[in-house]
């Protein structure tokens, strides 16, 4: 007998009531667990720490705190969570400046319901989602950050953390910009096998999400070899 699978937990925060309502109804009636909803950013960190989601559908423009800074905030208190930004603004400031703060994807307004839900599925188990256009974007503003110098482990310090063969592997294919799935197809691995050796590799060289890890990658050239 097949295992049930729980449900997606998800919390929508957005404060146009209309909006986050209509987004919160179609979750639900797709089989995803609302577990919270809010309409501000002090309101949106209180209550995502109480309900713990496994996704934050986040707006960026949010009165009494920004979005960024409720991303970076319940990012730093629970590296677990995954943020798929939902906003209108596709200005390319918006967008680096949530990936920064700790968001996996990031979504225009203008997607249809299909796209918001496939979305939150690929948040939910670590993949990057970016609405077309602004994927290009984010990995070239990682290229840029691998170029500024930044104190970081150094692989060849006797004492470094030392990554397997195939945690290097799963690591210069993050660094390319595969998402969780492709990595798994193309060395014909399981999906969770990919984040096992992902968390792996995130604890071993005291890294706190993914754009840590493809700075980290990128600095050693991992993704031109």
Known sequence: MTQQQDPIRVMVVDDHPMWRDAVARDLT?????????????????????????????????????????????????NPALRVLVLSASGEHADVLEAV????????????STEELLDAVRRT?????????????LVLGEYRRLAAEPVPAPDADEPGAPRLTDRETEVLRLVAKGLSYKQIAERL????????????????????????????????RGLDEE
Not at 45 to 68: E, F, I, M
Not at 124 to 136: N, R, Y
């Open 29 to 77: 009636e797709s089989g995803f667990e609302v577990v919270a909803t809010a309409g501000d950013g002090e309101q949106a960190v209180r209550r995502a720490r109480a309900a713990a989601p496994d996704v934050l559908v986040l707006d960026l423009n949010l009165p009494a705190k920004p979005g960024v800074q409720v991303c970076k905030e319940l990012v730093g208190h």
């Open 100 to 111: 920064k703060s700790g968001a996996t994807g990031y979504l225009l307004k203008s997607a």
């Open 124 to 136: 939910a188990v670590g993949d990057p989602v970016f609405t077309p256009g602004l994927a290009g």
């Open 188 to 219: 014909v691995i399981s999906h969770r096998t990919v984040q096992n050796h992902v968390q792996n590799t995130l604890g071993k060289l005291q890294l706190h999400n993914r754009v840590e890890l493809v700075r980290y990658a990128i600095e």
